[in-house]
């Protein structure tokens, strides 16, 4: 009674703590013929990446093509592809910030027409295969899904980290910007007294000059 308490619990926990850390989602787009059309995901450092893609089409006398394009926040290309109809990318990111897959349609580009796409996009815990992992650790189950509950913790543990270091990096920002600020408010001020002060003693030379005082 109690291992299968604790085994629900631990399914319950791993469910939700899923929800907030895993990330795999299925993604249709229609692409304008005229027109790329991107998608794009903040990932830290270090986190496997893994998208499959295909064109969906009605016509099946006429398969249109497309040309896929994987970029680092840095603008290092990670993944090309022309005239494709399916296709897949997997890389693991060295750096952190904003990955960005964009599309286009190859070939006649006729104005008003559109072509559909398929992007299956998984990240971290969620690209992994854990079908080999239970075959080749011989485990099943609540063992499984018990060692799927600590890579999720152990990711959870890393983005809140990560976290934190964006929070100092942003503090630091804000506190530069802000000293940055004061000192252009005092230099502003300091030339604008001495601006006028110029001001009045030029106007005083010019009514001492026409002896007005």
Same mark, same amino acid.
């Given at each position: 009674m109690t291992t299968r308490t604790t085994a629900t619990a631990a399914a319950t926990i791993l469910l939700i703590v899923c929800s907030v850390v895993l990330t795999g989602e299925a993604i249709w787009m229609n692409l304008p013929s005229s027109d790329t059309k991107c998608v794009s995901e903040e990932i830290q450092n270090n986190v496997v990446v893994l998208g499959d893609? @295909? @064109?969906i089409s009605d016509d099946r006398s006429h398969s249109p093509t497309i040309s896929v394009k994987i970029t680092s926040p840095y603008g290092n290309n990670l993944h090309h592809g022309e005239n494709e109809t399916n296709g897949q990318f997997a890389f693991t990111t060295q750096e952190s910030g904003t990955y960005q897959a964009c599309f286009s349609v190859d070939?006649?580009? /006729? #104005?008003?027409?559109s072509v559909s796409v398929s992007l299956?996009? &998984? %990240?971290?815990i969620a690209a992994q295969d854990w079908d080999s992992v239970a075959r080749k650790e011989k485990i099943e189950g609540v063992e499984? #899904?018990? /060692? &799927?509950l600590e890579q999720v913790v152990e990711a959870v543990h890393v983005h809140l980290l990560y976290l934190k270091n964006r929070e100092v990096d942003m503090r630091n920002l804000s506190e530069r910007t802000n000293s940055r600020v004061a000192w252009f408010s005092m230099i502003s001020l300091g030339l604008? %007294?001495?601006v006028s002060s110029m001001q009045l003693w030029h106007l005083k030379r010019f009514f001492q000059k026409k002896k007005l005082i």
């Open positions: 893609y @295909v @064109v070939g006649d580009k /006729r #104005e008003g027409s299956d996009w &998984k %990240i971290g499984l #899904e018990l /060692r &799927k604008c %007294i001495g």
